[in-house]
């Protein structure tokens, strides 16, 4: 199978919350469209540095992370961000790749929105046994 990607929106959710207490008007809600490397192999959302910019999602913390290569590195963490996919929406923290590094949209929040990958189309789709809204397991 090859790589697959997705145009995923994300949005401060913090600019949300300003915006239900009237603090912001809606238009003025930082959010962007990107084009994401779906990546069942990274359990996280991983955004990079210039989307970080533009998003202005706050610090929470930094992490010790292994990379692909099993490097050891520390990563900032922020959010969080609500992240929208067709009819799915989901929110979760995102660590900070360096730079322009290529987004990934990791294995929590792809099970969150419930979605998956079309291995014959190699595309991110709405999963077909519950097209209208996500299911989960809680156990």
């Not at 969150?112 to 077909?128: F, K, S, T």
Request: proline residues 6%; charged residues 25%; glycine residues 4%.
């Amino acid at each position: 199978m090859g790589l697959v990607y997705a145009e995923i929106e994300l949005i401060n959710a913090d600019d949300l919350g300003l915006v239900r207490q009237h603090y912001l008007d809606v238009e003025d809600v930082k959010r962007i469209v990107v084009t994401m490397l779906v990546d069942t192999g990274a359990y996280n959302l991983c955004i990079n540095e210039d989307i970080q910019s533009q998003l202005q999602l706050p610090f929470v913390e930094r992490r010790s992370v292994y990379t692909a290569d099993n490097r050891l590195i520390e990563m900032d963490v922020v959010g969080p961000v609500i992240l929208k996919f067709k009819n799915r929406t989901t929110s979760c923290l995102a660590m900070v790749l360096p730079g322009d590094s290529e987004p990934l949209l990791g294995a929590i929040p792809l099970e969150d929105m419930d979605v998956l990958i079309h291995p014959q189309r190699q595309e991110l789709i709405v999963n077909p046994d519950h097209p209208y809204m996500a299911v989960m397991t809680l156990k």
